[in-house]
């Protein structure tokens, strides 16, 4: 009997169909703004801009997710629990954002743009 089951079982997966790579794609568009000479006070309104000339057709319709970090020790750490924009359509380029007026002073912030990678900006100043 139990020859017979594992039998069966092999035969189940000697007759399947084929598996075939599937190819992922990963788009991670360049942060054009904020740059490392870029500065922005605390309670301000800014624009976060990316490139957009070569997204996927597989792209067009994502939303993105931004978040506001800062660089230490070779690390992004991130404040996911206060996003700085959700829900923006990526091939717009760009997103307006209110830096938080609580927003630590210092010279290692970067945001990180999501859609279906993260890209971080080039480390810039707040003040």
Known sequence: MMFSIF?????AFATAAPVHPVELLAWSPTILCPTQFTIWPR???QTVTWETDNIPEEKLNSTGLLLL???ANNSENL???HPLAVNFPIINGEVTVTVPENATVR???IVV???DSGNASPEF???
């Open 79 to 81: 404040d996911i629990k």
């Open 43 to 45: 309670g301000s309104t």
């Open 7 to 11: 039998s069966a079982f092999l035969l």
């Open 69 to 71: 970090g800062y660089m």
């Open 107 to 109: 010279g290692n912030a």
């Open 113 to 115: 743009l999501f859609g």
């Open 125 to 127: 100043a707040i003040i």
